[in-house]
Each structure stands twice: as structure tokens, then as C-alpha cells.
């Protein structure tokens, strides 16, 4: 089955700074790439996606590279906020039955 | 609805007692999955519904777990004999169907078992 690594576990910065998360899969068949950011006790939300035939995606201050030559994917915030704190998760789509596989997430803890 | 319900918020069973929980879609969603997330932050897929048949059952542990999605009613998860690792917070989630959709999440379950 496809398996997803997420790194790095934290990530502290400063507001104002970029933030980068870095996923890689390993079920070449997998064609879909969502972003999720989680606060704490709060449900899982969709901040970006991609599908494999772009390689790269863009909304205001989130954007998410994909290479599939590689099977690694980026999610890189810039400007950051305070309330950009929270847990990120990389997914991708298996191909059994349409789950999200999820990388282990990243704690992004933003300091003013 | 236009989110994902899921019912109740929280769930303290003692050991060995069953839960039950329950999931209602967005309408129109065909694809209803169920996740787990224990306190390390990780999610562990469970099972998949396509309607009301099950599409992937590969990450339910047979033993205990069950589920079903029928017409007309909500989705459920039921835990016999619950067993102290399975306090984990219990995540639905709807989407359209294919491989390319965005998969919408319930506020989840808190299941603590003591």
C-alpha cells in the first residue's frame, strides 16, 4: 500500500518567515496531494491540494510543489502568522479504495 | 447537510463495553470514510463505504470493529468490548467518489475508554 513520510516532526519560526514541509510517497499511482491543517481539538481542514498532472499550485500566502518523477511533495508557507500554528498533515490518495493515506504530521508553531 | 455530523462529541465507556458512533454525510457525498487518530497525532485509515457497500475495509481490525452505512439513516462504527488503546478520537469524512476529490471531516468522536 502507499506509505508517506512527513518531515520534519516540528518546525519552529519566527512571524514573518517561510515555513516548508516536505512529504514523499511511494505508490506511483497516487494522483492526488491535499495539504490538511489541524488545530488543536479541531477537525482536519483542507488548505490546498494538487492532482499530478500540475507541479505546482499557488493560493496567496500557501503554495505546494509536486514532483512525481521524485514522488515528493512541498508545502511552503510564506509570510507567516501566529495563527498559522498548527498541526500540518500530507495525503495522498492509495489506489485500493480512495483513502487518504496521511504523513504523521508537523507541529508548525509560529512565535511573533 | 452541507457538513459532516458526527454524533456524540465525546464517549467514556468502561473496558470491555461497546460505542457506538455515528457519522452522517454531506448529501450527495457517495464515499464515507472512517479514521482514526490517537493522541500521537496519527491517522489510521479504518474502512470505506461507497453508499452502502463496503469499498475498503483493509485498516479495520476484524475482531471487534464493525460498521455500516445504511439508506436513510447515519453511518456507524461500533467497538465491541472495548479495550483501553482504542480511546482515539474517531474521524468521519464524506467526498464525492473519485480519486480527485476533496475529502470533507466531521468535528470527530473522542472515544475514552477507562
Known amino acids: 500500500g502507499e506509505n508517506v513520510e512527513q518531515h520534519p516532526s516540528t518546525l519552529s519560526v519566527q512571524e514573518g518567515d517561510s515555513a516548508v514541509i516536505k512529504c514523499t510517497y511511494s505508490?506511483?499511482?497516487?494522483?492526488?496531494f491535499p495539504w490538511y491543517k489541524q488545530e488543536l481539538g479541531k477537525r482536519p481542514q483542507l488548505i490546498i491540494d494538487i492532482r499530478s498532472n500540475v507541479g505546482e499550485k499557488k493560493d496567496q500566502r500557501i503554495a505546494v510543489t509536486l514532483n512525481k518523477t521524485a514522488k515528493h511533495f512541498s508545502l511552503h508557507i510564506t509570510e507567516t502568522q501566529p495563527e498559522d500554528s498548527a498541526v500540518y498533515f500530507c495525503a495522498a490518495i492509495s489506489n485500493s479504495g480512495y483513502a487518504l493515506n496521511f504523513g504523521k504530521g508537523t507541529s508548525l508553531l509560529v512565535t511573533p | 447537510g452541507e457538513e459532516v455530523a458526527q454524533t456524540p462529541k465525546h464517549l467514556v465507556r468502561g473496558e470491555g463495553q461497546k460505542a457506538k458512533l455515528y457519522c452522517a454525510p454531506i448529501?450527495?457525498?457517495?464515499?464515507v470514510f472512517w479514521y482514526q487518530q490517537v493522541l500521537k497525532n496519527e491517522f489510521k485509515f479504518l474502512i470505506s463505504?461507497?453508499?452502502?457497500?463496503?469499498?475498503?475495509e483493509t485498516g479495520m481490525p476484524k475482531e471487534r470493529f464493525s460498521a455500516k452505512c445504511l439508506p436513510n439513516s447515519p453511518c456507524s462504527l461500533e467497538i465491541q468490548a472495548t479495550k483501553l488503546e482504542d480511546s482515539a478520537v474517531y474521524f468521519c469524512a464524506s467526498s464525492q467518489g473519485n480519486m480527485n476529490t476533496e475529502a470533507f471531516f466531521g468535528q470527530g468522536t473522542r472515544l475514552t475508554v477507562v
Open positions: 448529501k450527495g457525498h457517495s464515499y
Open positions: 505508490d506511483s499511482a497516487s494522483n492526488y
Open positions: 463505504f461507497q453508499n452502502e457497500n463496503v469499498f475498503d
